[in-house]
C-alpha cells in the first residue's frame, strides 16, 4: 500500500530483504550516504540524507524489534531499498526538485522562484551570490566554507580598491608639495602692508619667474645656450622658463582682493569725536563692490587693467571665483582681480602701479595670488594660493595652500592597468549589488537588523558615489583642460578642478575607510575577533551614557579654558582650539608653564582640576565599563560549545596536503575537526561520530578505542555518555585512541603467524614503557568488554527475532488448521 513499508520476512533478492536495522542506541540515527539515482520504470531511485526519525517511525521501529513481521507505517512517502535506498515515485515537473533544493537560498519557509525571468536567473546563477546569510543548513562545514569564498571574494574586491586607490598617489605628491612650499616660505614672514609690497615685488617675482641660468657669465670661454657669446647670465628662452627649471607656468598668475565697505561697523557716540571711519571684518554684507582708485589716487591704468580697480562677481566669467576659507573667515570668489604677465617686467610695471595707486588700504580684508604649475616628469599639477588675511586689528596673516593632484589619470602603462581595475570595481559593486537584494528578498525587514548589512549597503553607496565622482571629474578635465591651456598669457583657473580632485580623494578615502571596517565581518568568524566585536556592541550603550556625562565636563572646561587663556594662548584663542588642547592634554602634549604664566593662580588650578576629574576618573571609568563586559563576554565564549572554525578547516586541509605528500599527518587534528562536525548541531549522537571519524580515515578499531571511554554500557551513546563526550570536547581533554600511523593497516591473521617478529629492544623498558604497555592493555580490556556487549546484544535481537517467527508460524498453523474454515 502507498505510503507503507511491510516489514514481513521477504525472499530473497528483494529490496525489503536488505533493510538495515537502526542502530542501538536511541539516541543514533541511520547512516548518512552520498545521493545517487538508479533508473527504473516510472520511479527515480535516491539514496537519501539521513536524518532523526519522526514520532511515528521510532514507533514503528520499536513494533519492528518486537515482530518483525508486522505492518509498520512510516511518515515517508517511499518503500526503503536496500543500503537505505529510497524508491520515490517519479516526479512529475522538474522544477519541484529545484524547489526542494532551494532552502539554502530562500529559506525554508519560502517558496523557489518560478519560471520567471528571476526564476530562471536564480536557477542559473543563484549560487554565486550565496552567502552565510541566507545558509539555512546546520552543516557547520558548509558555513566555513561559505565563510571562506565570501572572504576570498572580498580580498580580491579590497585588493582591486587598494590598487585604484594607491595606484594614483604617490609619496613624491608630498615632496613636491615640500619643495613648493618651501620655495614661497617668505610668504609666511609677512606681517603688515610694507612686507607684502615688498614680498610681491621681489621674492615672489624671484621664485616664479627664472629667465636666466644660474652662471654669472663672467668669463668669456663659455657659450651660452642659444649660442651667443657669455657676457652675463645666460637668458633662458620662453620654452623652458621653468620654475626650478622643471615646473612649467600654466598661463599667467593672478591677484584677487576683497574689500569692505566704510561705515561698516556702528561707533559709540563717545567716540565719534576721535574717528569717522570704520571698517568692519570680512562678511558678504560688508562686502565693497564700488570702483576705487581712478580719478582718486590714480588718473588712468596705463599697466594695469580696469578689473583691478571695478568689482567683479564670482560668477562672472571673466573671474569664475571660487571661496576660500581661511583663519578669521571664509572669502567669496568675487572680488577686484588683477592677471599678472608672463615675463617679470611686465609684472613688476603692474604691480608697481598698483602699490602707486594705492591698491591696498584700509578697506582690504584678503589678498590672494593665483597660480598653477605642472611637472611634466611626474605628471602632477600643483595648485597654489599665497593667502594674505588684513583683519581690522591691522597687520597680516599669511596662509599657503599647495594642492598636488594628478588630474591626467590615464597616461602610463600602470595608469591604464588602474584603469582596469576601475572596471573591474564597477563589475563588483554590480556583483554586490545582486547578492544585497537577494539577500533582501530573502530575509525581508530582519536584513536590517544586522549592523553588517548595513555596512553593507553604505560600502555599496560609497563606492557608486566614488565611481561616479571619478567619471565626472575625468569628464571636467578632458573638457576643460584644452581651454586653459590654449592661450599661455590667460590665466589658468584650476581652482574648480582642484575642488573636484579634492572631493574625489575624500571619497576615495572614506570609501576604503568602511571597505577595511567590512573586513571584520569576515573575520569575526575567529573566536578572538567574535569576543572583541560583542564587547563593543554590548557596552555600547554604558560607553553612550559615559560619552554623554564626558561631554559635559569636556565642554564645560573648554569654555572655561577659552575664557581663561583665550586672550593670551594661541592654543585656547578660539573655542575649536580649546576643545583640541584639551585633547592633546590627555595625550599628555600641554605646556603648564605658559598657563602658568597667563594666569598665575587660575592656570595651575585649572590644570590640576582638567587632569584629576577628566583624566584619572572619566577615562578611567571608560577603560572599566570596557573591561568588565570583556569579562562577561570571554567568560560566556568560554562556556559555550567548542564549534568547527576557519582555523579548524584551514588546519584539515594542510594535514590532507601533508598526508597526500606522503608526510605523516596529524591524527589528533582529524580526530578534534571529526569531533567538533559531529556537534555542529548541538545533537552530538554515536553514528555522527562514527561518520566523521571514518571520513577521517579512522578504521573501525580505533574508532571502537576511543569509543569504548565513553559507552559504559556497551549500548551506544546515552544522553549522560553524549553530555560528557562533548564537555571533554569543550574542555579539549579527549583522550587519543590508539591511532594506526597514516598508510598503516591493521594486519590480519595470517600476517600475525606468517610475519616475522620484530627484534625486540635491547635497552631495559623504563617506567614509561612500562605504564603505557599498561594503558594500552586497560584499552584493549575496555574494547573487548564493548565487543562482548554487543555479542549479546546481537544474540538477544536474534532470539528476538525467532520468538517473532515461532509465534507467526504458530499463527499461521492455527489458520489453517482443520476445521478452522468453518
Avoid at 102 to 115: C, H, I, Q, V, W
Avoid at 435 to 460: A, P, Q, T
Avoid at 713 to 721: I, K, P, Q, S, T
Wanted: net charge negative; with cysteine; charged share 25%.
Amino acid at each position: 500500500m502507498e505510503g507503507d513499508l511491510v516489514g514481513v520476512p521477504s525472499r530473497p533478492g528483494s529490496h525489503t530483504s536488505q533493510l538495515r536495522s537502526r542502530p542501538a542506541s536511541k539516541t543514533s540515527r541511520p547512516v548518512s550516504h552520498a545521493s545517487r539515482a538508479e533508473s527504473r520504470p516510472g520511479s527515480h531511485v535516491f539514496h537519501q540524507p539521513s536524518r532523526p526519525t519522526t514520532g511515528t517511525s521510532q514507533k514503528a521501529w520499536g513494533e519492528f524489534d518486537e515482530d518483525p513481521d508486522l505492518l509498520i507505517d512510516v511518515d515517508e512517502q517511499c518503500d526503503y531499498d536496500g543500503d537505505d535506498c529510497c524508491v520515490v515515485e517519479a516526479v512529475e515537473d522538474e522544477d519541484e526538485m529545484f524547489h526542494k533544493d532551494s532552502a539554502y537560498l530562500f529559506g525554508p519557509d519560502r517558496e523557489a522562484p518560478t519560471k520567471s525571468c528571476w526564476g530562471f536567473f536564480m536557477r542559473c546563477c543563484g549560487g554565486m551570490w550565496s552567502t552565510r546569510e541566507m545558509n539555512t543548513s546546520t552543516d557547520r562545514e558548509l558555513y566555513v566554507r561559505t565563510t571562506i569564498r565570501e572572504l576570498v571574494v572580498y580580498c580580491v574586491f579590497i585588493g582591486i580598491l587598494s590598487i585604484m586607490t594607491f595606484g594614483t598617489t604617490s609619496s613624491q605628491q608630498y615632496y613636491y608639495t615640500n619643495i613648493m612650499e618651501t620655495l614661497f616660505k617668505e610668504a609666511k614672514s609677512v606681517q603688515n602692508t610694507q612686507d607684502f609690497w615688498k614680498f610681491v615685488q621681489n621674492d615672489f617675482l624671484d621664485k616664479l619667474y627664472w629667465e636666466y641660468t644660474y652662471t654669472n657669465g663672467e668669463s668669456t670661454n663659455f657659450i651660452c645656450p642659444g649660442g651667443d657669446e657669455a657676457v652675463g647670465p645666460c637668458p633662458i628662452t620662453n620654452s623652458d622658463t621653468n620654475i626650478l627649471f622643471e615646473n612649467r607656468l600654466l598661463g599667467v598668475p593672478r591677484i584677487r582682493q576683497l574689500r569692505v565697505k566704510n561705515g561698516s561697523c556702528e561707533l559709540h557716540a563717545e567716540v565719534q569725536r576721535i574717528t569717522k571711519t570704520c571698517y568692519d571684518s570680512y562678511a558678504v554684507k560688508h562686502e565693497n563692490k564700488s570702483t576705487f582708485g581712478i580719478n582718486d589716487t590714480i588718473l588712468e591704468p596705463q599697466f594695469s587693467s580696469m578689473t583691478a580697480w571695478e568689482f567683479t562677481e564670482g560668477d562672472d566669467e571673466k573671474l569664475e571665483g571660487v571661496s576660500f576659507s581661511a583663519k578669521l573667515a571664509t572669502y567669496s570668489g568675487a572680488g577686484h582681480f588683477q592677471d599678472l604677465r608672463s615675463t617679470r617686467n611686465e609684472t613688476e610695471a603692474i604691480l608697481e602701479e598698483l602699490k602707486q595707486g594705492l591698491w591696498v588700504t584700509r578697506a582690504t580684508r584678503f589678498v590672494a595670488i593665483d597660480f598653477t604649475v605642472y611637472n611634466a616628469n611626474l605628471n602632477y599639477f600643483c595648485i597654489i594660493k599665497l593667502a594674505f588675511e588684513f583683519p581690522a586689528t591691522g597687520g597680516v596673516i599669511p596662509l599657503m595652500s599647495f594642492q598636488t593632484v594628478k588630474l591626467l589619470r590615464y597616461v602610463t602603462q600602470f595608469d591604464y592597468f588602474v584603469m582596469a581595475c576601475e572596471i573591474c570595481y564597477i563589475v563588483f559593486i554590480l556583483y554586490y549589488c545582486v547578492e544585497e537584494i537577494i539577500e533582501i528578498n530573502h530575509s525581508r525587514i530582519k536584513y536590517f537588523n544586522n549592523i553588517w548589512n548595513i555596512l553593507d549597503i553604505v560600502v555599496i553607496v560609497i563606492s557608486s558615489l566614488t565611481m561616479a565622482v571619478i567619471g565626472f571629474s575625468i569628464y571636467v578635465v578632458e573638457s576643460n583642460l584644452g581651454e586653459l591651456l590654449s592661450d599661455p598669457d590667460k590665466f589658468a583657473n584650476f581652482t574648480q578642478l582642484g575642488f573636484l580632485a579634492l572631493i574625489m580623494d575624500s571619497a576615495m578615502a572614506v570609501n576604503i575607510f568602511f571597505a577595511w571596517i567590512k573586513f571584520l565581518k569576515y573575520i569575526s568568524f575567529n573566536k578572538t575577533m567574535t569576543q572583541l566585536t560583542k564587547t563593543l556592541s554590548r557596552c555600547a550603550k554604558d560607553v553612550a551614557g559615559f560619552g554623554l556625562m564626558f561631554g559635559i565636563f569636556f565642554i564645560a572646561f573648554a569654555q572655561v579654558g577659552y575664557l581663561i587663556f583665550g586672550s593670551s594662548m594661541q592654543d585656547y584663542s578660539s573655542m575649536t582650539d580649546a576643545v583640541f588642547s584639551l585633547l592633546r592634554i590627555i595625550l599628555g602634549d600641554f605646556d603648564f608653564n605658559e598657563m602658568e604664566q597667563t594666569e598665575r593662580y587660575l592656570g595651575p588650578l585649572y590644570f590640576i582640576a582638567y587632569v584629576m576629574i577628566v583624566f584619572f576618573i572619566l577615562i578611567n571609568m571608560f577603560l572599566a565599563i570596557i573591561n568588565d563586559t570583556y569579562t562577561e563576554v570571554k567568560a560566556e565564549i568560554a562556556a559555550r560549545k567548542t564549534v568547527y572554525e576557519i582555523g579548524d578547516y584551514f588546519a584539515r586541509g594542510y594535514n590532507n596536503i601533508i598526508g597526500q605528500l606522503g608526510g605523516p599527518r596529524n591524527r589528533a587534528i582529524d580526530l578534534e575537526n571529526a569531533l567538533k562536525l559531529a556537534n555542529d548541531d548541538g545533537n552530538l549522537t554515536y553514528e555522527e561520530v562514527r561518520q566523521n571519524l571514518k571520513k577521517a580515515n579512522f578504521s573501525e578499531m580505533e574508532i571502537e578505542l576511543f569509543m569504548a571511554k565513553y559507552d559504559k554500557d556497551g549500548e551506544g551513546l546515552n544522553a549522560a555518555e553524549i553530555e560528557d563526550l562533548v564537555e571533554d570536547l569543550d574542555n579539549g581533554e579527549y583522550d587519543e585512541p590508539d591511532l594506526l600511523e597514516e598508510g598503516e593497516t591493521e594486519p590480519t591473521a595470517e600476517e600475525e603467524i606468517d610475519g616475522e617478529e620484530a627484534p625486540l629492544p635491547l635497552t631495559k623498558p623504563t617506567d614509561e614503557d612500562i605504564e603505557e604497555l599498561e594503558e594500552r592493555i586497560d584499552r584493549m580490556e575496555s574494547a573487548f568488554a564493548v565487543i562482548v556487549n554487543k555479542i549479546d546484544f546481537v544474540l538477544d535481537k536474534m532470539e528476538r527475532v525467532q520468538s517473532g517467527i515461532a509465534r507467526k508460524r504458530a499463527a499461521m498453523d492455527m489458520l489453517f488448521a482443520p476445521g478452522s474454515l468453518q
